[in-house]
């Protein structure tokens, strides 16, 4: 499905459009769309400082598993730039489950405590120096700017297998032990499986 906003271009998937109406009739706590709406936050601080940046993209692709910014000018920007940038989502996580948490104090409205803990765990999430997630893209910028690309693509791949293994080993644990929490482990098996086909497609 395909939404035009202006010069910008929305590319969203059916089997996300049959998830998210799912979610809605089914998920009667609104704890996922809750997260969804703090995934979408996330987003925007990285759409604000493009936009700021004059970089506003023409295109987004929300698939089930990934948000992709079609982003034409990166890695073309000052290194301060592409920074913020990467970072921005991060930023607005820091900034609104902050808010959540200090407006939850004063209300005590439970939904405001689960979006600010959803904010949260999608900063340190994302902070994971793990190639394809906004810690590794800032890891790789910094590198790039010191090392040969050869070197920075072979130091983050290691160091994002060697984070990632011990996470893989602890989902599959926490399976066994739970008999039904695959979060981790799944999160873990994606990661890997998109960095190593982002290696084929590089070779």
Not at 18 to 44: K, N, P, R, W, Y
Not at 155 to 165: A, K, N, W
Request: net charge positive; aromatic share 10%; hydrophobic share 55%.
């Amino acid at each position: 499905m395909r939404i035009k906003l202006g010069n910008l271009s929305i590319i969203v998937s059916i089997p996300l459009c049959c998830v998210m109406t799912a979610i809605i009739l089914l998920d009667s706590s609104q704890t996922v769309m809750l997260g969804c709406f703090s995934a979408l936050m996330h987003e925007s601080g990285h759409l604000f400082f493009m936009w700021h940046f004059n970089s506003f993209p023409k295109e987004i692709k929300i698939s089930l598993f990934d948000i992709a910014i079609i982003d034409h000018k990166k890695f073309n920007r000052p290194l301060h730039q592409e920074l913020l940038i990467t970072l921005g989502g991060v930023m607005i996580n820091l900034i609104f489950g902050s808010v959540c948490f200090v407006l939850y104090l004063i209300f005590k409205y439970n939904f405001l405590i689960v979006l600010s803990g959803a904010n949260i765990l999608l900063l340190i999430y994302n902070l994971l120096p793990i190639d394809t997630l906004d810690g590794g893209q800032a890891l790789y910028l910094i590198l790039s700017s010191k090392l040969s690309e050869k070197a920075t693509e072979r130091t983050m791949l290691i160091l994002s297998l060697v984070i990632l293994f011990p996470c893989t080993v602890l989902g599959f644990l926490l399976l066994l032990q739970s008999k039904y929490n695959f979060t981790l482990l799944l999160t873990s098996l994606y990661l890997i499986a998109v960095i190593l086909l982002k290696k084929t497609k590089i070779h």
